[in-house]
T-cell receptor
Framework: GAVVSQHPSRVICKSGTSVKIECRSLDFQATTMFWYRQFPKQSLMLMATSNEGSKATYEQGVEKDKFLINHASLTLSTLTVTSAHPEDSSFYIC????????????FGPGTRLTVT | AQSVTQLGSHVSVSEGALVLLRCNYSSSVPPYLFWYVQYPNQGLQLLLKYTTGATLVKGINGFEAEFKKSETSFHLTKPSAHMSDAAEYFCAVSGAGGYQKVTFGTGTKLQVIP
């Protein structure tokens, strides 16, 4: 149980284009979802927290107009990187919590974004 | 405020030897503590967690960790390393209760030498 999927697993896009990454909870309702980015050989940095039906809460230093997060349903959250640039290349990971184990985050497999 | 310090970005052990990965935390509230493992180009998998109760926590794949409040530590151990244990390990802390922000350490890469 508690499986989180991400799509796509890898994406390459050209500078200036937008990319959407999906995060789905497959067998539970995700009341809260988190988006992280991870640079090579570094730890996870929280970008934003989203609750279903509410606006996302962004961490300090994260541009909300650049990283658009939508949590439209209890099983789906999306991260859209708008006008991507090479410095946005990173590994993006989502996680989700359910109604029962609200302190435990279930992680998706991650999405490798490369902007050329 | 909370933070996590993992001593040693790289740890090498021989197959069959003891694994010890160190983690110290700082938290202004009672902490929940976690250890995650990450294989290359994959997400994080929970190894074990401490919330309340018994301070010695057993997890998957033979790993365990002990919460020591007086030392603000949560070190991860495994009696005998296996080649499949080679991966990146992250210690993490959150405040007690639900929907808390989780802060991750910088990670320790474990190498297992045959």
């Amino acid at each position: 149980g508690a499986v989180v999927s991400q799509h796509p697993s890898r994406v390459i896009c050209k500078s200036g284009t937008s990319v959407k990454i999906e995060c789905r909870s497959l067998d539970f309702q995700a009341t809260t979802m988190f988006w992280y980015r991870q640079f090579p050989k570094q730890s996870l940095m929280l970008m934003a927290t989203s609750n279903e039906g509410s606006k996302a809460t962004y961490e300090q230093g994260v541009e909300k107009d650049k990283f658009l997060i939508n949590h439209a349903s209890l099983t789906l959250s999306t991260l859209t990187v708008t006008s991507a640039h090479p410095e946005d290349s990173s590994f993006y990971i989502c996680s989700a919590t359910d109604r029962i184990n609200t302190y435990e985050q279930y992680f998706g497999p991650g999405t490798r974004l490369t902007v050329t | 405020a909370q933070s996590v310090t993992q001593l040693g970005s790289h740890v090498s052990v021989s197959e069959g030897a003891l694994v010890l990965l160190r983690c110290n935390y700082s938290s202004s509230v009672p902490p929940y503590l976690f250890w995650y493992v990450q294989y290359p180009n994959q997400g994080l998998q929970l190894l074990l967690k401490y919330t309340t109760g018994a301070t010695l926590v057993k997890g998957i794949n033979g790993f365990e960790a002990e919460f020591k409040k007086s030392e603000t530590s949560f070190h991860l151990t495994k009696p005998s390393a296996h080649m499949s244990d080679a991966a990146e390990y992250f210690c993490a802390v959150s405040g007690a209760g639900g929907y808390q922000k989780v802060t991750f350490g910088t990670g320790t890469k474990l190498q297992v030498i045959p």
